[in-house]
């Protein structure tokens, strides 16, 4: 079947310095990704999506790249805070509306 | 702010027992679904349900069952809990289609555990 997955299970930084997290996705008919950020003991947040007729898209020091052609998706964020640590997941839209998860990146951020 | 609910945050219930888990959203969503997650499994669809009184089995339906009676409502039952059904269960809601108001919203989760 069709699946999404992350690049990396873990992702080290050091605070101030950009973070990137990539993901694969394997169905070139999905139109819609999201990203969402998870912490400890809650459910997963709203990071940030895109539609597949865009490239990229910016939101408060958050960046998502969408590169269609190898099916490549990655968060990007800005001057990585303590905050920023948690576990982050893209997921793929399905024609019928179902969310498809890849297992997830846990940032770590260095002080 | 719009909300997904989950009734429970912790759970521990005893094998054989059966289990409801109640979700409720606020925000008039056509769509909510029912994922469990599992360390180094990610999240994986049980159940969703994109209408009152519709449902549709999910990745790993077996044994769940769901209810759907009103709009902002939906329920996962496990009928007959078993020790592999320990979980983090989270409820989700979106629009129809989705990709508004920040595409799916998700509840805290109910962690439970079946002994």
């Known amino acids: 079947g069709e699946s999404v997955g992350l690049h990396l299970p873990t992702l080290s930084v050091q605070e101030g310095d950009n973070s990137i997290i990539n993901c694969a996705y394997s169905?070139?008919?999905?139109?819609?990704f999201i990203w969402y950020k998870q912490e400890s003991g809650k459910g997963p947040q709203f990071i940030i999506d895109?539609?597949?007729?865009?490239d990229k898209r910016q939101g408060q020091r958050v960046t998502v790249l969408l590169n269609k052609t190898v099916k490549h998706l990655s968060l990007q964020i800005a001057a990585t805070q303590p905050g920023d640590s948690a576990v982050y997941f893209c997921?793929?839209?399905?024609?019928?509306?179902?969310?498809?998860f890849g297992a997830g990146t846990t940032v770590t951020v260095r002080a | 702010d719009v909300k997904v609910t989950q009734s429970s945050r912790y759970l521990v219930k005893r094998t054989g027992e059966k289990v409801f888990l109640e979700c409720v959203q606020d925000?008039?969503?056509?769509?909510m679904f029912w994922y469990r997650q599992d360390p180094g499994l990610g999240l994986r669809l049980i159940y969703f349900?994109?209408?009152?009184?519709?449902?549709e089995k999910g990745d790993i339906p077996e044994g769940y069952s769901v209810s759907r009676e009103k709009k902002e409502r939906f329920s996962l039952i496990l009928e007959s809990a078993s020790t592999n059904q320990t979980s983090m269960y989270l409820c989700?809601?979106?629009?129809?289609?989705?990709?508004?108001?920040?595409?799916?919203?998700f509840g805290s989760g109910t962690r439970l555990t079946v002994v």
């Open positions: 989700a809601s979106s629009t129809n289609p989705p990709g508004t108001l920040g595409g799916y919203t």
């Open positions: 349900s994109y209408d009152v009184k519709m449902k």
């Open positions: 169905n070139s008919a999905s139109d819609y």
């Open positions: 997921a793929e839209v399905s024609n019928d509306y179902k969310l498809s």
């Open positions: 895109i539609r597949s007729n865009m």
């Open positions: 925000m008039d969503h056509e769509n």
